[in-house]
């Protein structure tokens, strides 16, 4: 029984609905010639060499031609005359090569190109993906030497010579990565931080001094009337036997030989005692040429420093000293070096401008330890190292440490303190304010500030020049991140 629906039958056997499709015609296929690899050189990419004017390039011979016409080479490099070319050159097509139509010698010859279906005798030409040969006897080349070439073979235009610095095996620029030597990274580091303004270079032992305390006339006027004193004692005691002027001298004499030796060996410990009972400031009511001090959090400025034996990053202090210990027969570490001490060596100390967040107010205060300031650090060292003539080949970073700075290490017991104040610690700042167009800073003061006399600790004064800073030991990490 018929159906209203036209139906027909697939190749495989399966009944579907609707109409067969009408075969459509095939459209014609073009073939072209396959495509030579170029390299990127636009002398042989056809069209686009049309755009840089490249597609007659003249032969270069011995002498100039007559009314013979040039040939170009379909896939060769460009080869240049070295006479003049006559005007009778034959029109090229281009498709991916440069090739023109060659007369022979008594009559015309077929020409082989890549494009075009006619050549100009109405012709079809043939067509070839490689250099072309046989059919004509081409014209030969007397070629004086290959042109430099106009472009990278890349394709794209530097702006420098094609073979300057080094090259890979690819022909591009070979890039040099890695550290760098690590001698000549330090010395850099060194000299830059010799060299810059913006770093303040303490390289002179600073701390208590017990000279400082005392004043020198107070001093010769004291070791004056010692002597005098002893000489009466000693004269009354051989002339009447009597020692009571002797001893009371003497007395006097330890007492305050006494004191002087408990001020060496506690003065440090004081003045840092009086640092943290200074009470803190706050910016927010600290008038102009104030001295206050404030305690807060560190931030780098523009100028990071790195500490010279752990290289601990972003600093704004970094102290580094070496020293020796001397014994009866030892060298000595400098020209003031006693025997059975320890000598500083080597000292590299180095401060930088730096912001301070105060903790009372809030504020952010740029403290000014940098471009040559006046700075008194009492910034804890921690012993990084110590070595004798046993373990001083155990440690070969720091043997490299004194190799940088010709430091020898015969036979020595050194011992290496190291300290820093890198960002986010925190830190106590005794200085003058000072606020110039809405910039709040902490400058050193004109003047010595004195301490005064503690005489709960049997302390003498001394004096503070310029900034102070504290900061407790950071090599335990505690610090606050930035």
Request: hydrophobic share 35%; with cysteine; glycine share 10%.
């Amino acid at each position: 029984m018929g159906s209203r629906f036209p139906s027909h039958q697939l190749s495989n056997g399966l009944y579907v609905s609707g109409r067969p499709e009408q075969p459509k015609e095939k459209a014609p296929v073009v073939c072209s010639a396959a495509m030579p690899y170029t390299g990127g050189d636009i002398k042989k990419s056809g069209e686009l060499g049309k755009m840089f004017d490249l597609h007659a390039e003249k032969s270069r011979k011995s002498g100039p031609l007559g009314n013979q016409p040039s040939r170009n080479t379909s896939f060769g490099g460009a080869a240049s005359n070295s006479g003049p070319a006559s005007s009778a050159v034959g029109r090229s097509n281009y498709s991916g090569s440069i090739s023109s139509a060659v007369p022979g010698t008594g009559g015309s010859a077929r020409a082989k190109t890549n494009s075009g279906p006619l050549n100009k005798h109405g012709e079809p030409t043939k067509r070839s993906s490689g250099p072309q040969s046989g059919g004509v006897t081409p014209m030969a080349r007397q070629n004086s030497g290959h042109l430099p070439p106009i472009l990278p073979t890349t394709g794209l235009i530097t702006s420098g010579p094609i073979t300057s610095g080094q090259l890979n095996s690819s022909g591009a620029p070979r890039k040099v990565s890695g550290a760098l030597d690590s001698n000549v990274s330090m010395k850099m580091r060194a000299t830059s931080f010799a060299h810059n303004q913006a770093v303040t270079n303490l390289n002179e032992e600073t701390g208590y001094s017990i000279r400082a305390s005392v004043p020198k006339p107070i001093l010769w006027t004291a070791i004056l009337l010692f002597v005098m004193g002893f000489v009466a004692g000693g004269f009354i005691l051989a002339a009447v036997h009597n020692s009571i002027l002797l001893v009371v001298v003497v007395v006097i004499f330890g007492f305050i030989a006494a004191l002087l030796i408990w001020n060496i060996c506690w003065g440090t410990r004081g003045v840092t005692r009086f640092v943290s009972r200074y009470p803190d400031a706050d910016l927010r009511n600290a008038k102009d040429g104030e001295y206050v001090k404030v305690t807060g959090v560190v931030t780098c400025g523009n100028f990071p420093l790195e500490s010279s034996f752990q290289r601990v990053p972003r600093c704004v202090y970094t102290s580094t000293c070496l020293y020796e210990y001397r014994g009866w027969d030892s060298k000595a570490a400098n020209t003031q070096h006693r025997r059975f001490t320890w000598g500083l060596r080597s000292i590299e100390r180095h401060a930088v401008d730096f912001y301070i967040s105060d903790f009372q107010s809030g504020l952010r205060a740029l403290v000014k330890t940098g471009y040559g300031a006046r700075v008194t650090p009492y910034v804890d060292e921690s012993v990084v190292i110590d070595i004798n003539p046993e373990n001083k080949d155990m440690s070969p970073e720091f043997l490299r440490w004194l190799r940088e700075r010709n430091l020898s290490s015969d036979d020595r017991i050194m011992r290496l303190k190291e300290g820093y104040i890198n960002e986010g610690s925190t830190v106590s700042v005794i200085g003058v304010v000072q606020r110039n167009d809405n910039v709040l800073m902490v400058v050193p003061p004109p003047e010595p500030f004195n301490t005064g006399c503690q005489w709960g600790k049997c302390l003498l004064p001394t004096s503070l020049d310029g900034l102070v800073l504290r900061c407790e030991d950071t090599s335990n990490g505690d610090v606050i991140p930035v």
